[in-house]
């Protein structure tokens, strides 16, 4: 894989805040809800709307949030294509975590039921 160290720097220290709007947006275009998306993302993280938006108050970086984040043990089932990477092939853990935000995001845009997006054996 190329070397990608300048672009996962700038993820760790993007804000999420100034991310989570474009989420929002996303899934509400393709007829999802809010509760859905944060739904998703409790899922990943284990944040509650109310710490989200704690977080998001505090102006974090995808570093801090997912230094933050109790990772779902079944987050490493999340395969595929996000962003031209294959989710499971990134290296940096950090980048890999935020790819699999965005891509079980994408998923909820695209229609998939939640209890597959969960991964719930």
């Known amino acids: 894989?190329?070397?990608t160290s300048h672009h996962d720097e700038k993820i760790a220290n993007m804000k999420f805040s100034s991310v989570y709007p474009h989420y929002v947006t996303k899934v509400?275009?393709?007829g999802r809800t809010k509760d859905e998306l944060h739904q998703v993302i409790e899922w990943l993280t284990g944040f509650n709307e109310a710490k989200l938006q704690e977080l998001m108050d505090?102006?974090?970086t995808f570093r801090t949030f997912f230094e933050q984040a109790n990772l779902n043990p079944n987050a490493s089932?999340?395969?595929?294509?996000?962003?031209?990477?294959?989710?499971e092939e990134i290296t940096n853990e950090l980048t890999q975590k935020t790819r699999y935000l965005d891509k079980i995001i994408d998923e909820l845009a695209k229609g998939k039921k939640i209890e597959?997006?969960?991964?719930t054996p």
């Not at 089932?77 to 989710?87: D, E």
């Open 58 to 60: 505090k102006q974090v």
């Open 77 to 87: 089932l999340i395969k595929g294509v996000i962003c031209g990477y294959r989710v």
């Open 116 to 119: 597959k997006i969960m991964r």
């Open 1 to 3: 894989m190329a070397d």
């Open 28 to 30: 509400e275009k393709k």
